[in-house]
């Protein structure tokens, strides 16, 4: 369709809002309610922020670099931007959900790239992993662990020296950050449909936050996550620069 109705976001950025206001004249901009897909301008920041502002309409959403890493976003071009759209390859996505509780209360999030649980002062944590009611690891010490999904296995996951996952891989990556004991633990792969809880030992002593996404819940006495097969995000991409085709084109980058 070539009169598909779309919809500007930016990050606050100049050259995002510059980028932002030029399309607009071109393309025109219509309320979220009534656009076809969102153009988000912007970095992996806004890509995630953008997904989980519209996770209940699921509209799809073609990404712009106009930030500083951009692994989730297409080149900036601001010609022929609806024919882009309308060749994009379309990528589908399932975020985690994330239940945890605190002495408090328990509450719940959504993650699309990871989960992760990081200690909160200068002593390491030390965490108990239960894979599908099954204890996998009594104790792991450690500066923290995350658990990532395909779309989010090139961000902190990688960094944390954790295996890249193919797109459409049906797994997840638990990685430990800085394990101390046992120090040649180095994660595992797990099924997409694997219940992941993690009980914090000597949460007192040793607290720790849970964090999805961009929101961190601190002095957390347990998390659970599991992947949420019921909410189905989309994403938009140039053909040549899919984020298949990215994430492979990762695992044979040394920069």
């Known amino acids: 369709m070539s009169d598909k109705k779309i919809h500007f976001v930016s990050s606050d950025n100049e050259s995002a809002k510059e ?15 009534k656009a076809d897909v969102i153009v988000a301008l912007g970095g992996d920041g806004l890509m995630l922020q953008t997904l989980h502002d519209n996770i209940a309409e699921a509209k799809p959403i073609f990404g712009i670099n106009k930030g500083s890493v951009g692994f989730l976003m297409n080149d900036y071009n601001d010609d022929d931007l609806l024919e882009r759209i309308n060749s994009a390859t379309l990528t589908k996505v399932y975020p985690l959900q994330m239940t945890v509780k605190t002495e ?3 509450i719940s999030a959504k993650a699309i790239n990871e989960v992760s649980l990081l200690r909160q002062t200068y002593q390491a944590a030390k965490i108990k992993i239960k894979i599908d009611d099954k204890i996998r690891l009594e104790e792991l010490i450690c500066d923290g662990i995350l658990l990532a999904t395909p779309a989010g296995s090139t961000a902190y996951n990688l960094s944390a020296h954790g295996p890249i996952l193919p797109i459409n891989s049906n797994l997840l990556a638990l990685t430990p950050i800085s394990a101390f004991r046992p120090r ?3 994660g595992a792969l797990l099924p997409h449909n694997s219940i992941v809880e993690i009980e914090i030992l000597e949460k007192n002593k040793r607290p720790v936050s849970a964090v999805a996404d961009n929101l961190e819940i601190r002095d957390i006495e347990s998390v ?22 990215k994430i492979l084109e990762e695992q044979f980058t040394y920069s």
């Open 184 to 186: 040649r633990w180095k």
């Open 224 to 245: 659970k996550v599991t992947e949420d097969r019921k909410t189905e995000l989309f994403m938009l991409f140039d053909p040549e620069t899919n984020l298949e085709e």
């Open 19 to 33: 980028a932002k206001d030029n399309l607009v004249k071109k393309y025109k901009d219509y309320p979220a309610s």
């Open 104 to 106: 408090k209360e328990e």
